[in-house]
């Protein structure tokens, strides 16, 4: 099912991801998922992509600058409970957090070998790359959750419903 997913940048910094999960949680909006990564990971991926494209929006001093600078923060991408993300985007609004929304598929599997395998080898039969995907389970009894950042949202969305009316 098509999500939204809701990317910040926290200072990397001991609190802050408490903070936000306190603010969430006082808030009553649940994260069903989350992942964090330090955001000049992120920022090196700009880098290749700009290489890419040959295009260059800064002298290289500048970019060098934002990727040491963005050693100091983290990127954090995460799904708030579905019918909460306006409340979570409202939220983090009101208290100046610096943040982007992407629609993302989010898909429960059963914790099955050979689940993830089948659906994301029908992504790549379909020719769609994902981006990057991030996932969990409980237990061995539990279902999946994993999340998805494919390059053609509308097409993988209907391979998902297509996946799950055949399993």
Do not use: W
């Amino acid at each position: 099912m098509v999500r939204t997913e809701i990317s910040l940048f926290l200072k990397n910094e001991p609190g802050e991801l408490g903070r936000l999960a306190t603010l969430m949680g006082e808030a009553g909006i649940n994260i069903d998922a989350l992942t964090i990564q330090d955001a000049s990971a992120y920022v090196l991926e700009l880098f290749k992509a700009r290489g890419k494209s040959l295009k260059r929006i800064a002298s290289a001093a500048s970019y060098n600058s934002m990727r040491k600078d963005s050693a100091q923060f983290a990127l954090i991408r995460l799904l708030a409970e579905d019918g909460t993300t306006n409340a979570a985007i409202d939220l983090l609004s009101q208290h100046d957090y610096t943040f982007d929304i992407m629609p993302v598929i989010a898909v429960q599997l059963d914790n099955n070998p050979g689940d993830l395998a089948r659906l994301s080898s029908r992504f790549g039969e379909e020719g769609i790359n994902i981006y990057y995907v991030y996932g969990s389970v409980a237990g061995p009894d539990a279902k999946c959750l994993f999340v998805f950042c494919p390059e053609d949202i509308e097409l993988a969305d209907k391979i998902f419903k297509k996946q799950k009316t055949t399993t």
